[in-house]
Nanobody, 124 residues
């Protein structure tokens, strides 16, 4: 089993930065890739970023490329989403998710485990 716990959300002014963290547990975690999704009120859940456990490669949504970075620490037990140059349209609940080594990276249905979500609010 994989358990995910998110933290780091909050209120920030446009142009500012936040770092979200996703603490993972479970001995099988190394078999999973991880991703970040977000969902704004009244809108569909949106893919944000993905990190492959096989290659270490990353994938980003076009809307966040150049501003957001997904990474993990040396212990490989915490996944981060560094968010820079934040915009009001980045306001959403952000979710960390873990995915088996199959399925499309950008599809929420490909992920088996989800964190509780953390609110990010970017003011004008």
């Amino acid at each position: 089993q994989v358990q995910l716990v998110e933290s780091g959300g909050g209120l920030v002014q446009a142009g500012g930065s936040l770092r979200l963290s996703c603490a993972a547990s479970g001995r099988t975690f190394s078999s999973y890739s991880v991703g970040w999704f977000r969902q704004a009120p009244g809108k569909e859940r949106e893919f944000v970023a993905h990190l492959s456990r096989i290659t270490g490669g990353t994938t980003y949504a076009d809307s966040v490329k150049g501003r957001f970075t997904i990474s993990r620490d040396n212990a490989k037990s915490v996944v981060y989403l560094q968010m820079n140059s934040l915009k009001p349209e980045d306001t959403a609940v952000y979710y960390c998710a873990a995915r088996p080594l199959s399925g499309p990276y950008t599809a929420a249905a490909s992920y088996d485990y989800w964190g509780q979500g953390t609110q990010v609010t970017v003011s004008s």
